[in-house]
């Protein structure tokens, strides 16, 4: 089956970083669009970072771009989301989607961002 399990959140000050991991495993990672998403409380699901196949492009929200870079490690099926210089407005819970699971925000376990002074 697809799996993707999503760890690295935690709680930041406001400027802090972290960085996200998707452990995935049950399908052709290298050969599809994988993508990074988010829900806070009250709010849709929201893509924050793409990482597409074919081809290596890479998309981002506008609020996330030049402080979130998107990346992946086809040797260890394994998609990445480095973040930088956090703000509370990045607080939500992240999630890992490939392209062909429609509801990302809703498949999987997530794992927290919590930006606190």
């Known amino acids: 089956q697809v799996r993707m399990v999503e760890s690295g959140g935690g709680l930041v000050q406001p400027g802090g970083s972290l960085r996200l991991s998707c452990q995935t495993s049950?399908?052709?990672?290298?050969?599809?669009?994988m993508g990074w998403y988010r829900q806070a409380p009250g709010k849709e699901c929201e893509l924050v970072a793409s990482?597409?196949?074919?081809?290596?492009?890479?998309n981002y929200a506008d609020s996330v771009k030049g402080r979130f870079t998107i990346s992946r490690d086809e040797a260890k099926d394994t998609l990445y989301l480095q973040m930088n210089n956090l703000n509370s407005e990045d607080a939500a819970v992240y999630y890992c989607?490939?392209?062909?699971?429609?509801?990302?925000?809703?498949w999987g376990q997530g794992t927290q961002v919590t930006v606190s002074s």
């Open positions: 989607g490939v392209e062909f699971r429609l509801s990302p925000c809703s």
């Open positions: 049950g399908f052709p990672f290298s050969t599809y669009t």
């Open positions: 990482s597409e196949r074919p081809g290596d492009g890479t």
